[in-house]
């Protein structure tokens, strides 16, 4: 049939296909090693399962309010002014159905057609994709030259009259790489100066390694407020991706155009998964620092391992998330990133995002979201492959 303009300008998100490849082919019983998966491999833990089920006996399974119930979005605000040192009112806080969702909203209800995002680039799949979707127009910044460092002198690059934001993931997806403060105060001067939006997407913050600091325009600049839209999620740092709950805080005005577009499409998120999300930012950071820690033993593995056994493939030190991003462009007899995760998965059963869905054709994403033994099996595959080419 015909379809809408905007439904063909967009692909489908490339790290869930591949994803769910790779778990077709294991259910056709192929001994698949997936490093497609951007979620946490640790089971949801058990404190936020009996918040749900507790909040399923006492029948909390009909509709909230749309933009989330209040005591989540008060403990939302109580983590924002912990960990940022900003107070939001609920007001400013909406509740929506993933970070993925959360940016759905806050793009449509901040675009107009023509309006530019600036994305530092490689960047996550979606950003391009959702800022289309809203009729905007995403201008991508590569920042491969600067060790995948965003910097005020890359923003100026895609910088015009029609930038209206920026979005800053770091750690980012799919580098793992941290932004230094001193260029995200930059940033935020020039933000401030230019009355630029700042979307700060900071559902890795709790994923860092080697005991470095997290910092976003908030910690910075506390005056920032009025310039910052601050994007997270339970997903990555609980790990609950299935229960699609992200939140976003920002300018009053915006958070209530928000409410409205979400009260005309999705209406509130599943109200059991609201009392998991609000079981797991009451609960603590114990888990999550226990994930932090043992993403941290993967990455150091993988970083040994290709230093030690496969020359010519360079992959970039993440300070956080659970990416390794691999530098393939020293690979002699492979033209694409998209050619050599199609000869690894078909040749070697190894799973793998092509650097090209992230915006840089030379690298591959390898997701350490994945236990020891299956990395190593994985790793050992890629040489065989790389050697015999
Ligand atoms: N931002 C980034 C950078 C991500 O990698 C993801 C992962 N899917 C999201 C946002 C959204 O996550 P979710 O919708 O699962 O909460
Ligand atoms: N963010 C994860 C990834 O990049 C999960 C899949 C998705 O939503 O894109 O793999």
Request: proline share 4%; hydrophobic share 40%; with cysteine.
């Amino acid at each position: 049939m015909k379809l809408s303009c905007r439904a063909s300008l967009i692909k489908p998100s490339a790290t869930l296909a591949i994803t769910a490849k790779a778990k077709k082919l294991k259910s056709e019983g192929k001994n698949v090693v997936s490093f497609g998966a951007g979620e946490p491999d640790f089971d949801t833990p058990d404190y936020i399962k009996n918040a749900v089920k507790d909040a399923l006996d006492k029948g909390q399974t009909k509709y909230t309010p749309v933009s989330g119930i209040d005591e989540l979005k008060t403990a939302i605000a109580e983590k924002f002014s912990a960990d940022y040192g900003v107070s939001y009112e609920n007001s400013e806080i909406i509740v929506s159905c993933g970070g993925k969702h959360s940016l759905y909203n806050l793009f449509s209800a901040m675009l107009n057609e023509g309006d530019e995002i600036i994305i530092p680039s490689p960047y996550w799949v979606s950003y391009t994709e959702i800022i289309k979707l809203s009729g905007g127009v995403p201008v991508t910044v590569d920042t491969s030259k600067k060790n995948f460092k965003f910097n005020l002198e890359l923003l100026k690059n895609g910088l015009t009259d029609k930038t209206r934001g920026v979005i800053i993931n770091s750690p980012s997806n799919p580098t793992g790489v941290l932004m230094d403060e001193k260029d995200i105060i930059e940033i935020a001067n020039f933000a401030k100066k230019r009355g630029l939006y700042i979307i700060t997407d900071d559902i890795y913050e709790k994923i860092i390694f080697d005991g470095k600091k997290f910092s976003n325009v908030l910690t910075a600049d506390k005056s920032m407020k009025e310039y910052t839209i601050a994007v997270n999620a339970v997903s990555k740092t609980y790990s609950m991706t299935g229960f699609r709950i992200g939140y976003t805080a920002g300018p009053k005005d915006l958070i209530a155009a928000m409410n409205n577009i979400q009260s005309q499409s999705t209406s509130n998120p599943t109200t059991f998964a609201q009392y998991g999300a609000l079981a797991a930012l009451k609960g603590g950071q114990e888990f999550s620092n226990m994930m932090r820690d043992e993403f941290q033993k993967r990455r150091d593995y993988m970083l040994y391992f290709f230093d030690k056994n496969i020359k010519g493939i360079v992959p970039v030190k993440p300070d956080g998330a659970f990416y390794l991003f691999v530098d393939i462009s020293k690979i002699s007899g492979i033209n694409s990133s998209t050619e050599f995760c199609g000869y690894l998965l078909d040749k070697y059963l190894v799973a793998a995002v092509p650097g090209v869905e992230f915006g840089n054709d030379n690298f591959i994403r390898l997701s350490f979201a994945t236990g020891l033994d299956v990395i190593k099996e994985g790793l050992s595959r890629i040489k065989e492959a790389v050697d015999s080419l």
